[in-house]
């Protein structure tokens, strides 16, 4: 590691840097002054320390899967949290996990255990750091809601380089602060994460809906009836169809004629049974290629517009790729067990989460792509939809006001508390 002039575990190799000059949606390109990989918590407290005396930007990078250069700065510091990935399975339910853990090694230490995190993202890459700054979604989420809601306590250090413990009873604000924070008051760098239960083996189906009208309502039913325990949907829109995907853990025996029953799909596409539990909801790396860019876009939409979203006026078939090039998908999620207030969300027991992924080799295409998501934004959120921050938005003053509402007085109040130095500053946040 070349250091030079910024003092102990903060290199300015240019190889390094460059490393951390891109991101997974790879639109945006920005040259770190110097990249810190600090070994342990001690390491992080102390180059935020030193990042606040002499007011450097520090952009905090997990696995670098944003799409929005989130991850990145030009000048300041990129803070890689790679080394802070200790897992450790505890009593009572829990794990307890460094936040640049990836969510696939949580996976790995609990294999055997008959235990899973309550709710688990589609990608083993991703870090606990980054989904519980963003919120945390997966095929679970139709019962357990998102990943904040179901964190005990969390470690964070925050922008004067403190340390500090804090859960729903104890430095409440800091936890609130930044569960759905996005990195701007502090570094997560523990969690301690509820589990649940699984099967001993997992059943997933493929259910072809041309109909959308009757994949809504059975989406509605089985819902309702809690009967699957995996659950998300894709919609296909150039050959005008929906892929519900259903899947049901079990121990012993299954029958799928009664986990099928009375549903009014078109045809069973596939039936998958695997041991895989854990890694079975999840995306292979090798899907992605560092070559294309990804301008992706995720939005939380209420439950009533279920219709009129699959309907999708909006969505020109002839500049979305054709799937698989483009993932334009749904996961049910209930309301009830999110806690995090700047975690923006709309009203209801129930939402939608709903995603329009596209992989582009042309960055023209790719650009005009993500200006065309952009002007959708402003028809989701006028039905009442609200973006998720997990990529990038491109909002100003007035849209950022809107998405927090009267929390945005509070968040800015929190940012002077917990980083005063505006350290965490993220290009674009409106909380400085
Ligand atoms: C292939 C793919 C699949 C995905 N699947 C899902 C999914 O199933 N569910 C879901 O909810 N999201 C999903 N996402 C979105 C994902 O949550 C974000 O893209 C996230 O940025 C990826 O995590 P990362 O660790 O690579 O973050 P990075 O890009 O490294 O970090 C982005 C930002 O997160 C914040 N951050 C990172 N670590 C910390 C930390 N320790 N403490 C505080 N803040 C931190 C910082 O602001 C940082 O700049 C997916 C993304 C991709 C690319």
Redesign the pocket.
């Given at each position: 590691m070349i250091e030079q002039g910024f003092g102990p575990g903060v290199s300015e190799d240019p190889e390094e840097r460059k490393a951390r000059s891109s991101?997974?949606g790879g639109m945006t390109t920005k040259m770190p002054g110097a990249v810190a990989t600090p070994k342990n918590v001690e390491e992080v407290s102390d180059i935020v320390r030193r990042a606040a005396q002499d007011e450097v930007r520090l952009?905090?990078?997990?696995?670098?899967?944003?799409?929005g250069g989130?991850?990145l700065t030009d000048r300041g510091w990129v803070l890689d949290?790679m080394h802070l990935n200790r897992v450790q399975l505890l009593e009572g339910g829990l794990v307890r996990a460094q936040?640049?853990s990836q969510w696939g090694t949580i996976v790995d230490v609990l294999r055997g255990t008959r235990q899973l995190p309550r709710v688990l993202?589609?990608?083993a890459e991703?870090?606990v750091?980054?989904?519980l700054?963003?919120?945390?979604?997966?095929t679970t989420s139709h019962r357990y809601g998102m990943q904040i809601g179901q964190v005990e306590q969390l470690e964070v250090v925050t922008g004067t380089g403190e340390r500090v413990r804090c859960s729903r009873t104890e430095n409440a604000n800091l936890f609130d602060a930044?569960r759905g924070g996005?990195?701007q008051f502090g570094?997560?760098t523990e969690a301690w994460i509820r589990l649940r239960k699984v099967g001993e083996r997992l059943r997933q189906y493929e259910l072809r809906y041309r109909d959308f009208d009757r994949f809504a309502s059975d989406f509605e039913q089985v819902i309702g009836e809690d009967r699957f325990d995996r659950l998300r949907a894709e919609t296909r829109v150039h050959d005008h169809e929906i892929i519900m995907s259903a899947g049901v853990e079990y121990d012993e025996d299954h029958d799928d004629a009664k986990a099928l029953e009375g549903l009014g799909y078109d045809e069973i596409i596939s039936t998958r049974d695997t041991a895989e539990v854990g890694h079975a909801g999840m995306?292979l790396r090798w899907l992605?290629s560092r070559r294309h860019y990804y301008p992706w876009r995720d939005w939380f939409m209420p439950w009533e517009t279920l219709r009129t979203v699959l309907d999708q006026p909006w969505l020109d078939r002839d500049w979305v790729p054709r799937s698989p090039a483009s993932w334009i998908g749904i996961y049910p999620i209930k309301t009830r067990a999110i806690d995090a207030p700047l975690f923006m969300h709309p009203k209801g027991e129930r939402m939608f989460s709903y995603h329009i992924l596209a992989f582009l080799n042309q960055y023209e295409r790719a650009h005009e792509l993500a200006g065309r998501l952009k002007d959708i934004t402003g028809t989701l959120v006028g039905l009442g939809g609200k973006s998720y921050l997990?990529?990038g938005v491109g909002y100003g003053r007035k849209e950022w006001e809107e998405h927090y509402g009267e929390k945005l007085e509070m968040a800015i109040g929190w940012k002077r508390e917990f980083d005063p130095k505006q350290i965490f500053r993220?290009e674009g946040m409106p909380f400085g």
């Open positions: 991101d997974f952009a905090i990078r997990g696995g670098g899967h944003s799409q989130q991850s949290t936040g640049g993202v589609d990608t991703v870090t750091g980054r989904t700054s963003a919120g945390g979604m997966g930044v996005q990195g570094i997560i995306y992605f997990s990529g993220g």
